[in-house]
Structure formats: structure tokens, C-alpha cells
């Protein structure tokens, strides 16, 4: 199985300012055929369900707000919030579906410092 | 609107099959491409992706867990079913249903609410 592994496991960021958050795979999830990362960001609140914010590494899913954004390829992939906001505390999962056994990777608790 | 719901005991004994059912509505298992994931999270840690079906009927299952695992669809009744057997402690977790496949990538873009299973004797 190709293993996900995030870092930071937490990160405290002050409101307005930037937030990176970084995604590993063991091996790349670049499909060469038609040159998609096979890369999912989800956002997940206390109590709720994880929420999509971007595929394919970079695409933002519809409603997500423009200060997030994906990057990468390959192996290596990074989410940024380009200015927190208090509604953006939460836990941020990386997942790869180039697989037909996908996996995620263990979570970054965001807080506000 | 796509929604998902899952349902199932919330409670059960070591040793005993969990059945879980998740309904869906406002798409269909049948249209080419379409697949339904079982997820789990244990309290306060990482999400765990348990087995696939597919609009064709293809089936796929973690390799960790493949062997207590049996994933099913009715497809006139919107519903996809998950057994585990053999459930132990371990295995207490919140079980989310998640739709893929939704024609722009094969990321999971709709969840249900989830259900907490506990497993206790």
C-alpha cells in the first residue's frame, strides 16, 4: 500500500498569516497518461465528517474558499491556507487515490497561536 | 442534493459481525464510474479506508482487513452494506460511507455523517 505521511502532526499559525501543510507519498502518484497527481486535501471539523477541498493536488472543489491552494507532484505535496481565518481550525488530511486501495495520511491539527 | 447516511448498531460484542448500511440518495450506483467507500476513524485518530464497490459490481478491500470484510450493493434500494466479522476492540471507531467517481476526479466529494461503533463486551 502506499503510505501518506504528513507534516507538521500540528501547527499553530496566527490569524492573517500563511499556513503550509506537507504531504509524502512512498511512491509517486503521478498517473503518466494523462499527468494527474491522484492527490486529495480534506478538512475535517470536531464532529464532523472530512470535507473535499482539492483534487488532483491543485484543483480547488467547488465552494472551497481561494486562500486555499494545492502544489506538487510526484511525491511531494503541500496544502496552503494563504490567510488563516478563525473558521479554518480543524484537522487536514492528505489521501491518495492513485491506488485502488486508497490511503490517507495521519492528520495536521491547525490552531491558532 | 447527494446525501449519505449510514446506519448500524452502536454497540457490539467482541467476537460478534458488525452490518452496516449506508443509503444514499441523489445518484445512482449504476451510472458508469460511480463507487461508494467505507471509512473508518478510530477516537482521535487517522482515517482508514476499508473496502470499495463500484458501479460494475468490482469490489476492492483493504489488504489488512480483506478477510473480515464483505461489501455489497442494492441498487434499487440506493443502499451499499458493509459485514465485518470477528469485530474486537479495536475496531471501535466512527464508520463514514463516502461517494467517489463523481465525474471530475475519483477524490471523495460526499461523506455521510458517520456512525460511532463501539465494540465492548
Known amino acids: 500500500d502506499i503510505v501518506m505521511t504528513q507534516s507538521p502532526d500540528s501547527l499553530a499559525v496566527s490569524l492573517g498569516e500563511r499556513a503550509t501543510i506537507n504531504c509524502k507519498s512512498s511512491q509517486s502518484v503521478l498517473y503518466g497518461s494523462n499527468n494527474k497527481n491522484y492527490l486529495a486535501w480534506y478538512q475535517q471539523k470536531p464532529g464532523q465528517p472530512p470535507k473535499l477541498l482539492i483534487y488532483w493536488a491543485s484543483t480547488r472543489e467547488s465552494g472551497v474558499p481561494d486562500r486555499f491552494s494545492g502544489s506538487g507532484s510526484g511525491t511531494d505535496f503541500t496544502l496552503t491556507i494563504s490567510s488563516l481565518q478563525a473558521e479554518d481550525v480543524a484537522v487536514y488530511h492528505c489521501q491518495q487515490y492513485y491506488s485502488t486501495r486508497p490511503t490517507f495520511g495521519q492528520g495536521t491539527k491547525l490552531e491558532i497561536k | 442534493q447527494v446525501t449519505l447516511k449510514e446506519s448500524g448498531p452502536a454497540l457490539v460484542k467482541p467476537t460478534q459481525t458488525l452490518t452496516l448500511t449506508c443509503t444514499f440518495s441523489?445518484?445512482?450506483?449504476?451510472?458508469?464510474?460511480?463507487?461508494v467507500s467505507w471509512i473508518r476513524q478510530p477516537p482521535g485518530k487517522a482515517l482508514e479506508w476499508l473496502a470499495r464497490?463500484?458501479?460494475?459490481?468490482?469490489?476492492f478491500y483493504s489488504t489488512s482487513l480483506k478477510t473480515r470484510l464483505t461489501i455489497s450493493k442494492d441498487t434499487s434500494k440506493n443502499q451499499v452494506v458493509l459485514t465485518m466479522t470477528n469485530m474486537d476492540p479495536v475496531d471501535t471507531a466512527t464508520y463514514y460511507c463516502?461517494?467517489?467517481?463523481?465525474?471530475?476526479?475519483?477524490?471523495?466529494?460526499?461523506w455521510g455523517q458517520g456512525t460511532m461503533v463501539t465494540v465492548s463486551s
Open positions: 464497490i463500484d458501479w460494475d459490481d468490482g469490489k
Open positions: 463516502a461517494r467517489a467517481g463523481s465525474g471530475t476526479s475519483d477524490a471523495f466529494d460526499i
Open positions: 441523489g445518484f445512482s450506483l449504476s451510472t458508469s464510474g460511480r463507487r
